[in-house]
């Protein structure tokens, strides 16, 4: 058996000191340093859908819309690039955010997992965010977590209809998320 080693853990500021002089992209998890991935045409074609639906209505107000180069700081030892970050509230840092009001992952399937669970966990613990959504990148489909007070509700939105966004001030519709991305409206399953 083989001596235990100790690992050292970075704290976000060793991260962003890291991260600037990085040839790729990392995120920062409970100190430990994981590399993205490139993605899909579908995910990139619905990030920059919701983002510009957001950016249309967030302009003139006081909200931000940031896309997923823009790193999210949830604690002191971890960090996230969402793929979509709306912050209203003053948040003056220039290479990260750490009071988003929404937040929206789009699903893949090397990300599902974590975005639904960790992802979701970390989240719910930045006071300042009112939403979490999910869009999924394989059909027609958005998940979305509303903070009401100290709890948190849950809706799923298939095929039509409309996710309602808190800051902006708006909804999303399937028909403009999805415009241009060539999806089923239900996920293909495995026959065995």
Not at 117 to 128: F, G
Not at 161 to 170: A, L, T, Y
Request: hydrophobic share 35%; net charge negative; proline share 5%.
């Amino acid at each position: 058996m083989g001596a235990a080693r100790r690992v050292h853990l970075l704290s976000f500021e060793e991260y962003l000191a890291l991260e600037e002089k990085a040839r790729r992209k990392h995120e920062l998890v409970d100190g430990v340093l994981y590399a993205m991935a490139g993605a899909s045409s579908n995910h990139n074609l619905l990030v920059t859908n919701v983002a510009g639906l957001l950016w249309s209505r967030a302009r003139g107000g006081g909200c931000r819309v940031f896309s997923s180069d823009m790193k999210l700081r949830v604690d002191a030892f971890t960090s996230y690039y969402p793929d979509v970050m709306v912050v209203c509230e003053p948040d003056r840092a220039e290479y990260y955010k750490e009071r988003p009001c929404l937040l929206v992952e789009v699903l893949s399937s090397s990300t599902e997992a974590t975005d639904r669970r960790e992802k979701l966990a970390k989240y719910r613990q930045i006071p300042s965010l009112r939403a979490y959504v999910l869009i999924d990148s394989l059909s027609r489909r958005v998940e979305a977590y509303y903070r009401e007070g100290q709890h948190w509700l849950y809706l799923d939105v298939a095929g039509e209809g409309s996710v309602p966004i808190p800051c902006p001030e708006m909804s999303l519709n399937l028909d403009e998320i999805y415009e241009g991305v060539e999806v089923p409206y239900e996920r293909p399953t495995d026959e065995a």
